[in-house]
């Protein structure tokens, strides 16, 4: 079983900037694809970006040009930085990673984009 642990959640004024990092156990299976996804009050999770073990980015128009992932593969940690954050950003941000057996959830962390 792979755990994940995020931190970096908070609260940031607009235009601010937050960094999320997501830790991964050590597991005995390889780690493929990390991502984060999103869930803001009444909404359904929306997917935010994902990085692949090669280090390829998918990221959804929400994020692109504001928000950079990337990884440590050593470390097994999957980092999200966002930067000219707005508050429609404000969401409970969880990370996953796959393995090649299923998917794994971090609990989430929540980000509050408010003046």
């Known amino acids: 079983q792979v755990q994940l642990v995020e931190s970096g959640g908070g609260l940031v004024q607009p235009g601010g900037s937050l960094r999320l990092s997501c830790a991964a156990s050590e597991s005995t299976f390889r780690i493929n694809a990390m991502g984060w996804y999103r869930q803001a009050p009444g909404k359904q999770r929306e997917f935010v970006v994902t990085?692949?073990?090669?280090?390829?980015?998918t990221y959804a128009d929400s994020g692109k040009g504001r928000f950079t992932i990337s990884r440590d593969n050593v470390k097994n940690t999957v980092y999200l930085q966002m930067n000219s954050l707005k508050p429609e950003d404000t969401a409970v941000y969880c990370c996953?990673?796959?393995?090649?057996?299923?998917?794994?959830w971090g609990q989430g962390t929540q980000v509050t984009v408010s003046s």
């Open positions: 996953y990673v796959d393995t090649q057996f299923r998917r794994h």
């Open positions: 990085i692949t073990d090669g280090g390829s980015t």
